[in-house]
């Protein structure tokens, strides 16, 4: 059975810094496509960064590109966002994402709150 378990969301003052965790359980990270997205309250769910399979190549959204990092810990099996100089818009529920074969598994999401 497959689990994506988020954690190190909070309450963060603009230009404040948080880092993200995805714990994956039933797979392993390096061989999945992993991401992470992101939902605003009223708004629809959108991609934030993404981690390949295999060489582990990033990719970003243009909203955080420069601001945050995607990586990965094979040892740890699980996948990081480090979110760096925050903004109020950056504010939603982060949701993780696995994705190869097939198959999409998503977690239940960690809420980052960002005050002006």
């Known amino acids: 059975q497959v689990q994506l378990v988020e954690s190190g969301g909070g309450l963060v003052q603009a230009g404040g810094s948080l880092r993200l965790s995805c714990a994956a359980s039933?797979?392993?990270?390096?061989?999945?496509?992993m991401a992470w997205y992101r939902q605003a309250s009223g708004k629809e769910r959108e991609f934030v960064a993404a981690?390949?399979?295999?060489?582990?190549?990033?990719t970003f959204a243009s909203s955080v590109k420069g601001r945050f990092t995607i990586s990965r810990d094979s040892a740890r099996n699980t996948v990081y966002l480090q979110m760096n100089s925050l903004k109020p818009e950056d504010s939603a529920i982060y949701y993780c994402y696995a994705g190869r074969f097939g198959n999409d598994y998503w977690g239940q999401g960690t809420q980052v709150t960002v005050s002006s």
């Open positions: 981690i390949s399979w295999g060489p582990g190549s990033p």
């Open positions: 039933g797979l392993t990270v390096t061989i999945y496509n």
